[in-house]
Nanobody, 126 residues
Framework: QVQLVESGGGLVQAGASLRLSCAASGRTFGSRVMGWFRQAPGKEREFVVAINWSIGSTYYADSVKGRFTISRDNAKNTMYLQMNSLKPEDTAVYYC???????????????????WGQGTQVTVSS
């Protein structure tokens, strides 16, 4: 069993930066593919970024490419999402996900992820 806990959300102005954290516990932080998703009010949850640690490959949604960066600290069992140049349309609850079991090219689909965090709210004002 894996527990994921997101933190780092908040209220910021457009153009600001935030760093979200996803702390994993319960067993070795060895999930091959992990990702971040987000859900805005009244909308379905959408893909943000996925990373395949075994091949060192990342896959960003076009809407965040060049502004967001995924990383992790193995010693802390924590994954991060650095978000720069935030826009009002980035406002959402952000979720981390782990233990993906599908093909890498389908990592943008949430159905392949076994574990999810509870989410952290990010609000960007204009």
């Amino acid at each position: 069993q894996v527990q994921l806990v997101e933190s780092g959300g908040g209220l910021v102005q457009a153009g600001a930066s935030l760093r979200l954290s996803c702390a994993a516990s319960g067993r070795t932080f060895g999930s091959r593919v992990m990702g971040w998703f987000r859900q805005a009010p009244g909308k379905e949850r959408e893909f943000v970024v996925a990373i395949n640690w075994s091949i060192g490959s990342t896959y960003y949604a076009d809407s965040v490419k060049g502004r967001f960066t995924i990383s992790r600290d193995n010693a802390k069992n924590t994954m991060y999402l650095q978000m720069n140049s935030l826009k009002p349309e980035d406002t959402a609850v952000y979720y981390c996900a782990a233990d993906y079991s599908g093909e890498w090219y389908n990592a943008k689909y949430e159905t392949g992820y076994r574990y999810w965090g509870q989410g952290t709210q990010v609000t960007v004002s204009s």
